[in-house]
Nanobody, 118 residues
C-alpha cells in the first residue's frame, strides 16, 4: 500500500501563491508519476498537472504559466507551486501517484482545500 499525505492548502488573496506538497510513504514499489486533480463545488474533477519519473511534465492549459510541478524522487514527494492565483482556482486539490508495482496502481491523497478570495 502507498499512502499520500497532502499539505500546503489554505486561504490566499487573488494574485497570491501557495505551494502544495504530496509525500508518498508506505510500501512503495515503483512510482512512475505523481500529480494533482482538483474539484470545485458543483463541478467535475479536473486534471491539473502531472510529472513522470523522467521529470516530464504536463500541465492543463487553464493554469499553464502560473503553476509549476516538480518532484524530489529521493523523498517520493511532488510539489505544485501555484502563483498568480485566481478565484477560479478555488477547489479541493487531490494528489495522486501511479505505482505500477500494484494493481490497481492509482493512489490518492486526502485532498487539501485551496481558497482564493479577497
Amino acid at each position: 500500500q502507498v499512502q499520500l499525505v497532502e499539505s500546503g492548502g489554505g486561504l490566499v488573496q487573488p494574485g497570491g501563491s501557495l505551494r502544495l506538497s504530496c509525500a508518498a510513504s508506505g510500501s512503495i514499489r515503483s512510482i512512475v508519476s505523481m500529480g494533482w486533480y482538483r474539484q470545485a463545488p458543483g463541478k467535475e474533477r479536473e486534471f491539473v498537472a502531472t510529472i513522470s519519473n523522467g521529470d516530464n511534465t504536463n500541465i492543463t492549459d487553464s493554469v499553464k504559466g502560473r503553476f509549476t510541478i516538480s518532484r524530489d524522487t529521493a523523498k517520493n514527494t511532488a510539489y505544485l507551486q501555484m502563483n498568480s492565483l485566481k478565484p477560479e482556482d478555488t477547489a479541493v486539490y487531490y494528489c495522486y501517484a501511479h505505482d505500477y508495482g500494484y494493481f490497481p496502481n492509482n493512489f490518492w491523497g486526502q485532498g487539501t482545500q485551496v481558497t482564493v478570495s479577497s
